[in-house]
């Protein structure tokens, strides 16, 4: 793969900057950038906090990136699921969240072991019961998600590790494999297939090697977030998923994507997701539920991705580029 570049830009170079809501993504900004350790960016959040012209912060105090690797630029959305449950196995409630084993070594068993065999049986790992295995199967590709129990409460669970697999894309098997066209398939399509389809399913669902865990997530509402990598709730429509090697987590970016409804907006990177990997590569958080998701199942485009950096950060990556 080739060595990133970097391209300073200035502001007047972004589609539709002036247009944006630039309040909408500072106030997401400042939901994490008290995290963020790197002396400018403790710095700017500083500045933030203090109360700015949200416009006007941006354009003083950050130089736009464009950072490239030689790969194509893709947009995805995800999803908070909903998902159906019960603390206690019965019923239709068959299929279990666990939580993170201790003491495993990566990677571990494959997805097809963990589900075939009984490492995991008797642990006391189990945090939910669920009634659809293929709804586990997309809150794994998810990440998170909410559970809405048999005794009419909700819990959240996030994200809580992976048995070291890497992730592989059975919307891509099904595709390989002459079932559909790449541009046919969608999360509902998957969900349709396999559930017409259930052994083949099953062997469909164990070609993605990668199995993740959960945890519980207790000190946020069930009507906040979900929590993104930062450990703090992600915003519908102004959170992204990103590479952290390649954008900082917290940084605010902005996107331009192209397809049926282009967008160009001020995001912040505030989350990831073992299939983000790259310089032009995020996942755009679209919300809560069904509806959210089969909006998220949608989104497969193209277009460019730009960094927003503290100005001297940007000078450093991109001095050949000043005028």
């Known amino acids: 793969m080739a060595d990133e570049t970097y391209t300073l830009l200035d502001f ?26 790197a002396a400018d960016w403790v710095t700017l959040c500083d500045l933030a906090r203090q109360g700015q012209e949200a ?26 699921p909903e998902l159906h449950g019960a603390r206690r196995r019965g019923g239709p409630y068959q299929y279990p969240l666990y939580r993170k084993p201790d003491g495993i070594n990566e990677p571990w068993l494959t997805r097809r072991e963990i589900e075939q065999g009984a490492a995991l049986d008797a642990k006391g790992l189990e945090i939910a019961w669920i009634d659809d295995p293929v709804d586990v199967f997309f809150l794994q590709v998810q990440g998170s ?43 509902d399509v998957i969900r349709s297939w396999v559930r017409r389809n259930p052994e083949a399913g099953r062997e469909l669902l164990w070609t993605n090697d990668s199995f993740v865990f959960f945890r519980e997530i207790e000190d946020v509402p069930p009507d906040q977030g979900p929590i993104g990598a ?56 679209i919300g809560t539920g069904d509806a959210a998701g089969r909006r998220a199942g949608r989104i497969r485009d193209g277009g460019r991705m730009i960094v927003l950096m503290p100005i001297q950060r940007a000078l450093a990556l991109a001095p050949r580029t000043v005028q």
């Not at 007047?12 to 350790?37: N, P």
């Not at 090697?245 to 001020?266: C, F, K, N, Q, Y």
């Open 12 to 37: 007047s170079d972004l589609r539709g900057w002036t247009e944006d809501d630039h309040q909408a993504g500072l106030d997401v900004f400042l939901i994490t950038c008290a995290d963020m350790q």
């Open 55 to 80: 416009r006007g912060f941006f354009e003083t105090l950050f130089a736009p990136v464009l950072i490239e690797d030689g790969r194509d630029t893709l947009f995805t959305g995800y999803y908070e």
């Open 145 to 187: 998600g909410r559970v809405r129990l048999d005794d009419g409460s909700v819990i959240r669970v996030g994200y809580g590790g992976t048995n070291g697999h890497d992730y592989s894309s059975v919307g891509s098997e099904l595709v390989r494999r002459g079932v559909y066209e790449t541009h046919q398939v969608s999360a």
């Open 230 to 285: 930062m450990g703090r709730p992600v915003t519908p429509g102004r959170t992204i998923a990103v590479d952290p090697d390649m954008a900082p987590l917290g940084s605010p970016v902005w996107i331009e994507t192209t397809g049926d409804a282009p967008l160009a907006r001020l995001m912040v990177a505030q989350d990831t997701g073992s299939a983000i990997k790259g310089a032009q590569r995020a996942d755009i958080f």
